[in-house]
């Protein structure tokens, strides 16, 4: 998941986290980014549905013309 990142690299990483936001504020910063990411999950999903359902469309009309 990480790459090429060792223990110590992530060690690095989550003590500038740390200092950078401070303890009090990771809860809220992670709590934001599962919400951004339900939010995008939920628009891909929606511009999904509407590609299939406009691609059903068409595979309808297709079929209306030859017959």
Same mark, same amino acid.
């Given at each position: 998941?990480?790459?090429?990142? #060792?223990?110590? +690299? ?6 500038? %986290? ?9 809860? &809220? ?6 919400? #951004?990411?339900? +939010? ?6 929606? %511009? ?9 469309? &068409? ?9």
């Amino acid at each position: 998941m990480f790459g090429n990142l #060792g223990a110590s +690299e992530i060690l690095i990483i989550v003590l500038v %986290v740390l200092l950078l936001f401070g303890a009090k504020k990771i809860p &809220e910063l992670a709590q934001g980014i599962g919400k #951004g990411m339900r +939010e995008f999950k939920k628009a891909l999903r929606e %511009v999904e549905d509407d590609i299939k359902s406009i691609d059903n469309i &068409e595979d309808k009309d297709n079929k209306g013309d030859k017959s």
